[in-house]
Nanobody, 122 residues
Framework: QVQLVESGGGLVQAGGSLRLSCAVSGRTLSAYAMGWFRQAPGRQREFVAGISWSGGGTHYADSVKGRFTISRDNAKNTVYLQMNSLKPEETAVYYC???????????????WGQGTQVTVSS
């Protein structure tokens, strides 16, 4: 069984930055492509960023390109999401997930974390 635990969420002012982490246990991280998703109140969960198993390929939602950076450290079994220039409308619960790159943008992933709350104040 693979377990994912997110951390690093919190309250930040608009324009600020946060770095989310996702610790993976139960199986080696390098077996999976990893993604970050978010779900705001009353809205569907949406894809934010993804990274291939090797870290050689990344993909971002258009809304976060140039501001968010996904990275991974397979030796530490951890995935990161650096978020800069945050906006109030990006207030949401952020989830990391493990799966395959081919189905990632559609949200079809094998394992999900419990999520971490990010609140951006105006």
């Amino acid at each position: 069984q693979v377990q994912l635990v997110e951390s690093g969420g919190g309250l930040v002012q608009a324009g600020g930055s946060l770095r989310l982490s996702c610790a993976v246990s139960g199986r080696t991280l390098s077996a999976y492509a990893m993604g970050w998703f978010r779900q705001a109140p009353g809205r569907q969960r949406e894809f934010v960023a993804g990274i291939s198993w090797s870290g050689g390929g990344t993909h971002y939602a258009d809304s976060v390109k140039g501001r968010f950076t996904i990275s991974r450290d397979n030796a530490k079994n951890t995935v990161y999401l650096q978020m800069n220039s945050l906006k109030p409308e990006e207030t949401a619960v952020y989830y990391c997930a493990a799966g395959t790159i081919a189905t990632m943008t559609g949200g079809d992933m094998d394992y999900w974390g419990q999520g971490t709350q990010v609140t951006v104040s105006s």
